[in-house]
Nanobody
């Protein structure tokens, strides 16, 4: 029904930046929230940032002032600009989309396959 394709992860040095992208496609009528989660080795998946359909962002405290989430509704794409990267930001980053795919049905949650971000000191 909904496919999410992520890109932009990689290996960087402390203090460097990346831009993660996630494009949604498929039988989508409307996208509500779009966002990013991450999971570090041995830890639970955690929210990084989410942005609503009217462009209101929310961030985890650990990334505020360093990460910026944005979306392009025409392209069904969400971006995460990650700046001033730290070793503790190392994780697999997962794209998340809440989308309506059928009339009169509640939205469903969809996940990308994940993209690895590794920050080397």
């Amino acid at each position: 029904q909904v496919q999410l394709v992520e890109s932009g992860g990689g290996l960087v040095q402390v203090g460097e930046s990346l831009r993660l992208s996630c494009a949604a496609s498929g039988s989508i009528l409307f996208i509500t929230d779009m966002g990013w989660y991450r999971q570090a080795p041995g830890k639970q998946r955690e929210l990084v940032a989410v942005i609503s359909s009217d462009n209101r962002p929310n961030y985890a405290d650990s990334v505020k002032a360093r990460f910026t989430i944005s979306r392009d509704n025409a392209k069904s794409t969400v971006y995460l600009h990650v700046n001033s990267l730290r070793p503790e930001d190392t994780a697999v980053y997962y794209c998340y989309v809440r989308a309506v795919t059928r009339l009169y049905r509640p939205p469903g949650d969809y996940w990308g396959q994940g993209t690895q971000v590794t920050v080397s000191s």
